[in-house]
Nanobody, 115 residues
Framework: QVQVVESGGGLVQPGGSLRLSCAASGTIFSINVMGWYRQAPGKQRELVAKNTSGGSTNYADSVKGRFTISRDNAKNMVYLQMNSLKPEDTAVYYC?????????WGQGTQVTVSS
């Protein structure tokens, strides 16, 4: 059984930084996509960044230049370094793993950017 668990959320002031971590466990295939999505109150869940096991990366336009996704394939971990945070980055951040035809989600971690 595959599990995906996020950690690292919290409260940060505008302009600050946070690093989110996500650990996948269970049967993890060597070919997969791991990424981060977020959902703000009253809004739909949206892609933040994703990274394929082959090294391709995609970012939402709103986070380009501020957020960096990275992964450790040996540990089945994916990270999201978030810099220059803005109040509009406030949301629940979800880790996502896609492998074969299956989609796995973590429980989410709250990120709040406020002074």
């Amino acid at each position: 059984q595959v599990q995906v668990v996020e950690s690292g959320g919290g409260l940060v002031q505008p302009g600050g930084s946070l690093r989110l971590s996500c650990a996948a466990s269970g049967t993890i295939f060597s070919i997969n996509v791991m990424g981060w999505y977020r959902q703000a109150p009253g809004k739909q869940r949206e892609l933040v960044a994703k990274n394929t096991s082959g090294g391709s990366t995609n970012y939402a336009d709103s986070v380009k230049g501020r957020f960096t996704i990275s992964r450790d394939n040996a540990k089945n971990m994916v990270y999201l370094q978030m810099n220059s945070l803005k109040p509009e980055d406030t949301a629940v951040y979800y880790c996502n793993l896609v492998q074969y035809k299956y989609d796995y989600w973590g429980q989410g971690t709250q990120v709040t950017v406020s002074s």
